[in-house]
């Protein structure tokens, strides 16, 4: 089945201790793009990648850090985080020649 | 600057009948994609439907269509036959063109959410 899978899918830890977002799609694609969604703010672009070994910022990436050494994995990084990266997080990929993005399940962050 | 904008924080409909989601957007791209997502409250994002700035017929899939008009920068998601698993919120957004210009990001609205009564 193609999918992207994102884990955890519920996380709660506490504001400075490192932790990291797993994201892995199965479609072979080239693009893949982390968003946040927050309440009354919609979703926003962290970090995208256009292919292995090629990432860049997104409109809010401040805190947060990204790698592609394979293609298939975009694993999302908060080396410090804090109470204001509590939110629900997307991991999302497409083929270099499609419109459209799929979306992983969701990870809920809540950051004590 | 890029936006799309939903003036419907809610909606109701009775199962069976009709609903249309209303989305405008505002770009001046001249190739542009427009799509809609369906959000349960489980909370994972669903792609819906696409339609392409270029593309003279509306999108349809299955039950939703996307009535896109063009001159007046709407594309609106009409569901017909509600079902009550159509209880959602639902998200409107427009592909970007980032100033590297290969950036594939989507730009959101704030999202409806509908309540399909029984």
């Known amino acids: 089945e193609a999918q992207v899978t994102q884990n955890p899918r519920y996380l709660i830890t506490v504001t400075g201790k490192k932790l990291t977002v797993t994201c892995s799609q199965n479609m072979n694609h080239e693009y893949m793009s982390w968003y946040r969604q927050d309440p009354g703010l919609g979703l926003r672009q962290i970090y995208y990648s256009m292919n292995v070994e090629v990432t860049d910022k997104g409109d809010v990436p401040e805190g947060y850090k990204v790698s592609r050494k394979e293609k298939r994995n975009f694993p999302l990084i908060l080396e410090s985080p804090s109470p204001n990266q509590t939110s629900l997080y997307f991991c999302?990929?497409?083929?270099?020649?499609?419109?459209?993005?799929?979306f992983g399940p969701g990870t809920r962050l809540l950051v004590l | 600057a890029q936006k799309i904008t939903q003036t419907q924080p809610g909606m109701f409909v009775q199962e069976k009948e009709a609903v249309t989601l209303d989305c405008t957007y505002d770009t001046s791209d001249q190739s542009y994609g427009l799509f809609w997502y369906k959000q349960p409250s489980s909370g994972e994002m669903i792609f819906l439907i696409y339609q392409g700035s270029y593309d003279e017929q509306n999108a349809t899939e299955g039950r939703y269509s996307l009535n896109f008009q063009k001159a007046r920068k709407s594309a609106n998601l009409v569901i017909s036959a509600s079902q009550l698993g159509d209880s959602a919120m639902y998200f409107c957004?427009?592909?970007?063109?980032?100033?590297?210009?290969?950036?594939?990001?989507?730009?959101w609205g704030l999202g409806t959410s509908l309540a399909v009564n029984p």
């Open positions: 957004a427009m592909r970007g063109v980032s100033n590297a210009g290969n950036n594939r990001k989507l730009i």
């Open positions: 999302a990929s497409k083929g270099a020649y499609q419109e459209t993005q799929y």
